[in-house]
């Protein structure tokens, strides 16, 4: 299978072309940015299309970050994986960044659970919490950093994503200890797998926020006229 994986969720700007018979990557660029992500995504899309040598066409799927993240960048890639695939005839399929940033860690995990936690400011993260098969013991959601620490009940973590150094700073003295892999993106190559993985059905390529965005409404605004039915 043909999967081509963009993420534009965080502070990267990547898209990977993997071959899943050859479990080789045939073509990937991750450019770090916390900014930019339109102007930059297009480019690097077809770079990394003309050095994977294979046309959209040949493509099976489309897997792209659906959140947490960054509102606008959440946008710009969802908007570029839908456009692939309608051009294309292809099925796009929706990733979490959580789901993401634990995946390469699933497998090695054994006993240890892994925390995922992604930034979401204001002494918040967005987390979830998986056993080392994978298995669901926190379910994905937006909490104070203290609320995301009470998973050291379930042993010696692994605390991955951008927001794994702010969990091990307050990581509790005597609790078991964590090791940390602090990334602030999830590897793309992880994206085309889990990619391939989902259930097109299922995985939705539409934004995962967890709390709503934080721009509001002006109260006082003025309402747009609206055209004569």
């Not at 609320?147 to 010696?156: S, T």
């Amino acid at each position: 299978m043909l999967i081509l994986a963009i993420d534009t969720a965080l502070d990267a700007c990547a898209v990977a072309v993997l071959d899943t018979r050859t479990t080789k990557l045939l073509a990937h660029e991750s450019v770090p940015m916390k900014r930019g992500h339109a102007e930059a995504l297009m480019p690097l899309l077809a770079d990394v299309m003309a050095r994977s040598g294979i046309g959209f066409n040949d493509l099976d799927r489309v897997a792209v970050t659906t959140g947490p993240g960054s509102f606008t960048g959440l946008r710009v890639g969802l908007s570029a994986a839908r456009g692939i695939g309608l051009a294309s005839g292809k099925p796009v399929v929706g990733i979490t960044t959580l789901a993401a940033y634990a995946a390469p860690v699933v497998s090695e995990s054994g006993e240890h659970p892994i925390v995922s936690a992604i930034d979401a400011r204001h002494d918040h993260v967005y987390f979830q919490v998986v056993s080392g098969n994978g298995t669901s013991l926190v379910r994905p959601r937006v909490a104070p950093i203290a609320e995301a620490l009470e998973a050291a009940q379930f042993g010696a973590p692994h605390l991955v994503g951008n927001a794994a150094g702010l969990l091990a700073a307050r990581w509790p003295a005597d609790a078991p200890p964590a090791s940390v892999d602090a990334q602030p993106a999830p590897d793309i190559s992880w994206i085309g797998w889990l990619g391939a993985a989902v259930d097109p059905h299922t995985a939705l390529a539409r934004p995962y926020y967890l709390r709503a965005p934080d721009a509001k409404p002006q109260l006082n605004a003025v309402p747009h006229a609206q055209s004569a039915p």
